[in-house]
């Protein structure tokens, strides 16, 4: 198994309380758990822990971490509104060519992964990786360092890094009318950002949260856990 799908699994047995808050992650025992050996759990550890899911307890071992969806909103509103100051400060001085020549090239990638009419798991963290080039194009070209450190804090806090898959209760038919809206909120931010438009960019980009409470799970009850990316 791909290490990528044993930390979709790990993900999925935090989430759903299956590993409770505060218990240690011993790779002998998660390894046994999904059926695997205890290298890919090695392995994925470490990336589990920066996305804020573990924290390291005693000399060497982790454990899982203490959150709450609503957590996660919360946080996720407050990346983006700090996200929409380095959308705002790029509008308003004008981007470079070459910054617009590289966010279209990324939409393009996203544009062509969710035209298929159904997502494969692969398809799914494809796009979560183009998206966190997305937003870090952005973060990056604001050139703030205090910004982009305050942004960066933030996802530390589980399911609110913009490259990470986040699990939530939606129905697995919505993930693609979800990652559709999100990309679209993608194609508005950069229109105005390349026109010059520095309001309407930082209102764009802090209203990118709003998918965010379904996406999470906090719109309606909560079901069976799936993945998509904000």
Do not use: W
Request: hydrophobic share 45%.
């Amino acid at each position: 198994m791909a290490d990528v799908s044993v930390a979709q699994r790990i993900r999925q047995l935090i989430v759903s309380g299956e590993l409770e808050p505060g218990a240690r992650v011993a790779e002998a025992t998660i390894a046994e758990r999904l059926g695997v050996s205890r290298t890919p759990v090695r392995n994925v550890i470490p990336a589990l822990a920066a996305e804020g899911l573990l924290e390291p307890v005693g000399r060497r071992g982790y454990a899982v971490r203490r959150f709450s969806i609503e957590d996660s909103f919360r946080a996720t509103e407050l990346r983006c509104v700090l996200e929409g100051q380095a959308a705002r400060a790029i509008a308003a001085r004008g981007p470079e060519p070459v910054l617009i020549e590289a966010l279209r090239a990324v939409l393009d990638e996203g544009d062509a992964i969710i035209a298929k009419e159904r997502l494969i798991r692969d398809e799914q963290e494809a796009y979560a990786a183009m998206n966190m080039r997305f937003h870090t194009l952005i973060v990056d070209a604001a050139c703030d360092a205090l910004l982009a450190e305050l942004i960066h804090r933030v996802y530390s806090v589980p399911f609110v890094s913009p490259g990470v898959v986040a699990s939530t209760g939606i129905p697995a038919e919505e993930i693609p009318a979800v990652l559709q809206a999100g990309q679209r909120q993608h194609h508005a931010i950069v229109d105005a950002i390349e026109a010059g438009q520095p309001d309407l960019a930082e209102m764009l980009m802090r209203g990118h949260s709003a998918p965010a409470r379904r996406t999470l799970g906090l719109d309606g009850p909560r079901g069976e856990v799936r993945e998509v990316a904000l």
